[in-house]
């Protein structure tokens, strides 16, 4: 099948590779020269694990290729997916103007059918507002053209991204029109060999489909957030209290692990946008109210333990920070609980030294030329000179790390770990002052 992919982000690139990968010739758009020039020149913009073998065998294949031109990729693909970003705007409801110009450009040169599928996260009624851009297009070129325009929400999540889009749990089609619906079906058949998971629906159902979806996980995640700080008051052990409910299959295990908060350029943006389209149709969602609210808090919870042991004017401290991505094997910084923390570090007098496998450049770019930050090339280096640490993401290098020896380097050996990295008796017993999340 010949298809367009709009838009060569997180979502974008690795769809338009792995329909590559199943045969389809891909053509990606970007209005970003920068990131074609480099996915032309044999580089990946992103780190995604995975990602750059499947980009390079696709593109030597000749089935995936990268353009800003947009008239090409209009003309390309029967199929148009717009995987482009939608921020939140000020009010915190998504700003749709990519989307909108994105669909505005497909009405403005279209000359045969196209069904244009909105992938990107859009709140329910998007789909209406891309027609109604099509064919305001159409009507002032005076041409008729059939099109069809359907919801397919991306449920991957970064890091696995690649994993996730060649083996999906399910795939939310919201379409109207046998036409769409039976492309759609094709599209997505070599992704669904063992069992149909496609979900077909109406396109306002599936558009919240992907709402309900994130703020059902970030509601779970904030309750157990919520849970640890109890369990701390209390002294009990939030990991157990996880296990423990977690093996009733009514609740089951995933994404019940208190921490630092959750952050990323999902959760908190669609979070966001639920409760607004919410209060815009004269609903109070209470529930997810208290679970931003409940976020917001809980990145804050390092600062509050560093501040109880080392008080409030933190000038002269120097900390390291292992972790600087929202979660690990991403570069992505979006939203990152390590960027409150260190923001809050720096505010009150103390300097930082941090290490992230992958996300430094992002960092740099991120805090410029903050002479209070320095960056470190492994993890012991940032303990040099450090007062205490703090572990804001769990990357997997930092999961057996040597206590004597962080007991040795740091000034007072202090581990405040916002992703209980560790067992609280191994670490304390190497002389380290642990401060985990709800663990005794
Ligand atoms: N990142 C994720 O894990 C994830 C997962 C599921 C869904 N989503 C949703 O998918 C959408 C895209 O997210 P992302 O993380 O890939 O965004 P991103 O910011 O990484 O990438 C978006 C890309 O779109 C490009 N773009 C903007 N306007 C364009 C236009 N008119 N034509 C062509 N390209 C254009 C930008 O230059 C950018 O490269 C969002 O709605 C997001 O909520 C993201
Ligand atoms: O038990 C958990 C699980 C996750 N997190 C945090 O939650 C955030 C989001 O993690 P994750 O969901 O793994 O990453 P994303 O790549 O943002 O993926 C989410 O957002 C995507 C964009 O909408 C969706 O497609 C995915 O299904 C959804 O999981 C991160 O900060 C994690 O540290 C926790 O604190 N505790």
Request: net charge negative; with cysteine.
């Amino acid at each position: 099948m010949k298809i367009t992919v709009i838009g060569t982000g997180y979502v974008g690139l690795v769809s338009g590779a792995c329909l590559a990968e199943m045969g389809n010739h891909v053509l990606c758009l970007d209005v970003d020269p920068r990131k074609i020039d480099v996915l032309n020149g044999g580089g990946i913009p992103i780190h995604e694990p995975g990602l750059d073998s499947v980009v390079a065998r696709n593109v030597a294949a000749g089935r995936l290729q990268f353009t800003t031109d947009v008239a090409a990729s209009v003309a390309h693909g029967t199929l148009q997916f717009i995987a482009v970003g939608t921020p939140p705007d000020e009010d915190g409801s998504a700003d749709l103007q990519y989307v909108l110009a994105a669909a505005r450009n497909i009405g403005r040169l279209m000359t045969d059918y196209k069904l244009v599928i909105d992938k990107s996260t859009v709140p329910v009624g998007t789909a209406d507002k891309v027609k109604a851009a099509i064919q305001a297009e159409l009507d002032a070129r005076g041409v008729t053209l059939e099109f069809s325009v359907a919801s397919n929400p991306e449920f991957l999540k970064e890091g696995a991204a690649v994993e996730d889009f060649m083996k999906p749990d399910r795939i939310v089609v919201g379409a109207e029109g046998e036409r769409a619906i039976s492309l759609l079906r094709a599209v997505y058949a070599p992704f669904q060999r063992n069992r149909d998971k496609l979900v077909v629906m109406d396109v306002r159902s599936a558009e919240l489909t992907k709402y309900a979806a994130n703020a059902m996980l970030a509601t779970r995640i904030s309750f157990m957030n919520e849970l640890a700080l109890l369990a701390e008051n209390l002294g009990a052990d939030i990991e157990l209290v996880r296990q423990g409910i977690g093996s009733d299959p009514r609740i089951g295990y995933h994404f019940l692990y208190a921490g630092c908060g959750y952050g990323g350029s999902c959760f908190p943006k669609d979070v966001k946008a639920l409760i607004r389209t919410a209060s815009e149709s004269g609903r109070d969602l209470k529930v997810l109210q208290a679970v931003e609210d409940a976020n917001d808090a809980q990145k804050q919870v390092l600062v509050h333990k560093i501040v109880k042991r080392f008080g409030e004017d933190l000038a002269g401290k120097r900390f390291a920070v292992w972790g600087l991505a929202f979660k690990p094997n991403t570069d992505d910084m979006r939203e990152a609980s390590a960027r409150v923390l260190i923001g809050e570090l720096l505010s009150r007098g103390a300097t930082v030294t941090a290490y992230d496998p992958v996300a430094m450049t992002e960092a740099r770019r991120i805090f410029g030329d903050e002479p209070r930050i320095g960056y470190a090339e492994n993890p012991d280096e940032a303990l040099v000179g450090a007062d205490a640490l703090a572990i804001v993401t769990e990357w997997k290098e930092f999961r057996s790390p040597d206590f004597a020896r962080i007991a040795n380097t740091l000034k007072t050996p202090v581990i405040f770990d916002g992703r209980n990295l560790y067992e609280p008796k191994v670490v304390r017993d190497a002389g380290i002052d642990y401060q985990p999340i709800g663990r005794v």
